[in-house]
C-alpha cells in the first residue's frame, strides 16, 4: 500500500494464519527478543490507530498525522479490534479481540503490539488469550504505573486481570471477578454487560459501567486481582454504555444508551462508591462520550452533530457550550487536546481538527481518510 493512500486496506487472515501468527508471537514473548523500550519519543498528536472491521476481516490502520498531511503509513490483519490502548509510555498498543472463540476455546484475547517512535509503525509482540468464557471483550485499560490492563468483557459478564511485564507485554489472566445480573423491582431478570471502565488517579480504583444490570459498580484492584466495593444502578431504563472520569478525579460521567441522557456522579473514594447521579441531561441520541484533557469540556455526538459541553469543575455540573456540525460516531484527542479525530461508521470518513480550550469549537477540519467499520481508535 503506498503510504500516501487515505484508503483503507484490510489484509482477510485465515484461522491458520492466525494460528501462526499467535504462536510466533508466543516464541517472540517467550525468548525475549520482542521486548519494547518503555521510553516516549513520540511528538503528541502525531499518529492515530484505527481498529476497523470484524472477524478475520479486521484490521488496524496507522495514520502518521504530520503537519505534511495525514496519511496511512501501515495496515495489519486484526481480528476484531473492539478497543484500543495505549500503554502510559506510548511505547506499546493494545487491541481488545471481540470474539467468540479464540484457540478454538470459548474466549476473546489481548495483542500486545510495540509502536516505533519514528514512523509510528507496530509490530506484534505477544497475544494473550483471556479466561474461559471471558468472550466478546469490549473495553480495556492500562494502570498509570503501566503494571496491569484490565478488560471488561461484555459477552462473559466479566473482569479479567492481566500483569505486565517491565516492558509492557501482557502475562496470563490472574485476577477474574464474574459479574452477576440482578432482578428489578417488577421481577425481570438482568444480564450483566461490563461496556466501559474509568481508573481513578489513586491507579486502584476502578469504576465499571454495566449496560446490563444498569450499574456502576467500583472496584479495587489488589496485587493482580479485583476486589467489589459496591454497585449502584445508575437509573431505571439508563443502560449505560460508555463512560468518561473527570481529570481531577472526582467525578464520572456515564452515557445511557437506553435514554439517551448523560448523568453525572461524585466518586468517593473513601467509601469507595460513586453517588448517586446529581446531575441528567438529554443529548439528543449520543451514542459516544469523550473527555477533554484539560477537563473543561466534555464532547457527545449523535453521528450528525457533535456537542461540547462546558464543565462546572467544582461541582461536575455540564452545560451545552457549542454545537458542531461533525458527522461522529467516536471521539478521541491527543494528548495534548489541541487535536481531535471524528470518525462517522455509517460513511467511514475519519476527520482531524483543532480545538479550542477557550470556547469548544473545532476548526481546520481535514478528512484523514475512508476506513469502512471503524469502531475504534487511540491518539498517541
Given at each position: 500500500m503506498s503510504e500516501s493512500s487515505l484508503q483503507s486496506k484490510t489484509f482477510p487472515m485465515t484461522r491458520r494464519a492466525f494460528s501462526t501468527s499467535l504462536a510466533a508471537a508466543a516464541t517472540l514473548?517467550?525468548?525475549?527478543?520482542?521486548?519494547?523500550?518503555?521510553t516516549r519519543r513520540s511528538v503528541p498528536g502525531r499518529f492515530a490507530y484505527i481498529g476497523s472491521g470484524e472477524a478475520e476481516a479486521g484490521a488496524i490502520h496507522v495514520v502518521d498525522l504530520s503537519k505534511d498531511g495525514s496519511r496511512v503509513v501501515?495496515?495489519?490483519?486484526?481480528?476484531?479490534?473492539?478497543?484500543?490502548?495505549?500503554?502510559?509510555?506510548?511505547?506499546?498498543?493494545?487491541?481488545?479481540?471481540?470474539v467468540n472463540e479464540w484457540e478454538s476455546l470459548p474466549r476473546g484475547a489481548v495483542s500486545a503490539y510495540?509502536?516505533?517512535?519514528?514512523?509510528?509503525?507496530?509490530?506484534?509482540?505477544?497475544?494473550?488469550?483471556?479466561?474461559?468464557?471471558?468472550?466478546?471483550?469490549?473495553?480495556?485499560?492500562?494502570?498509570?504505573?503501566?503494571?496491569?490492563?484490565?478488560?471488561?468483557?461484555?459477552?462473559?459478564?466479566?473482569?479479567?486481570?492481566?500483569?505486565?511485564?517491565?516492558?509492557?507485554?501482557?502475562l496470563p489472566v490472574s485476577g477474574l471477578f464474574k459479574e452477576?445480573?440482578?432482578?428489578?423491582?417488577?421481577?425481570?431478570?438482568?444480564?450483566?454487560?461490563?461496556?466501559?471502565?474509568?481508573?481513578?488517579?489513586?491507579?486502584?480504583?476502578?469504576?465499571?459501567?454495566?449496560?446490563?444490570?444498569?450499574?456502576?459498580?467500583?472496584?479495587r484492584l489488589?496485587?493482580?486481582t479485583?476486589?467489589?466495593?459496591?454497585?449502584?444502578?445508575?437509573?431505571?431504563?439508563?443502560?449505560?454504555?460508555?463512560?468518561?472520569?473527570?481529570?481531577?478525579?472526582?467525578?464520572?460521567?456515564?452515557?445511557?444508551?437506553e435514554d439517551g441522557s448523560?448523568?453525572?456522579?461524585?466518586?468517593?473514594?473513601?467509601?469507595?462508591?460513586?453517588?448517586?447521579?446529581?446531575?441528567?441531561?438529554?443529548?439528543?441520541?449520543?451514542?459516544?462520550?469523550?473527555?477533554?484533557?484539560?477537563?473543561?469540556?466534555l464532547l457527545t455526538a449523535n453521528g450528525a452533530r457533535m456537542t461540547a459541553w462546558k464543565i462546572d469543575r467544582s461541582n461536575g455540573r455540564i452545560q451545552p457550550a457549542e454545537s458542531l456540525p461533525v458527522e461522529a460516531t467516536q471521539i478521541a484527542f491527543d494528548r495534548s487536546g489541541r487535536t481531535i479525530i471524528a470518525a462517522h461508521a455509517p460513511t467511514g470518513r475519519m476527520v482531524r481538527g483543532e480545538f479550542s480550550i477557550a470556547n469548544g469549537s473545532i476548526s481546520g477540519l481535514t478528512e484523514v481518510g475512508n476506513f469502512s467499520s471503524a469502531h475504534s481508535f487511540a491518539i498517541l
Open positions: 514473548g517467550a525468548s525475549g527478543k520482542a521486548s519494547a523500550t518503555m501501515q495496515t495489519m490483519a486484526s481480528a476484531s479490534p473492539a478497543h484500543l490502548e495505549l500503554h502510559p509510555s506510548g511505547s506499546m498498543l493494545y487491541a481488545v479481540h471481540a510495540a509502536i516505533d517512535a519514528e514512523t509510528g509503525h507496530l509490530t506484534l509482540q505477544r497475544v494473550q488469550p483471556l479466561a474461559l468464557s471471558a468472550i466478546n471483550p469490549s473495553h480495556a485499560l492500562v494502570t498509570p504505573d503501566g503494571s496491569h490492563l484490565i478488560v471488561a468483557v461484555a459477552g462473559g459478564g466479566s473482569y479479567n486481570v492481566l500483569p505486565l511485564e517491565s516492558n509492557g507485554l501482557p452477576v445480573g440482578f432482578s428489578t423491582e417488577a421481577g425481570v431478570g438482568k444480564t450483566s454487560t461490563p461496556s466501559s471502565l474509568v481508573l481513578h488517579s489513586d491507579g486502584r480504583t476502578l469504576v465499571a459501567a454495566d449496560t446490563g444490570n444498569e450499574s456502576l459498580s467500583t472496584f489488589e496485587t493482580d479485583l476486589t467489589p466495593l459496591h454497585r449502584r444502578r445508575v437509573h431505571k431504563g439508563a443502560g449505560p454504555s460508555q463512560m468518561v472520569g473527570h481529570t481531577n478525579a472526582r467525578f464520572v460521567y456515564a452515557l445511557n444508551s448523560i448523568s453525572v456522579h461524585r466518586i468517593d473514594t473513601s467509601r469507595g462508591q460513586t453517588q448517586a447521579s446529581h446531575q441528567r441531561v438529554a443529548t439528543n441520541g449520543a451514542s459516544t462520550i469523550a473527555m477533554h484533557p484539560s477537563g473543561r469540556f
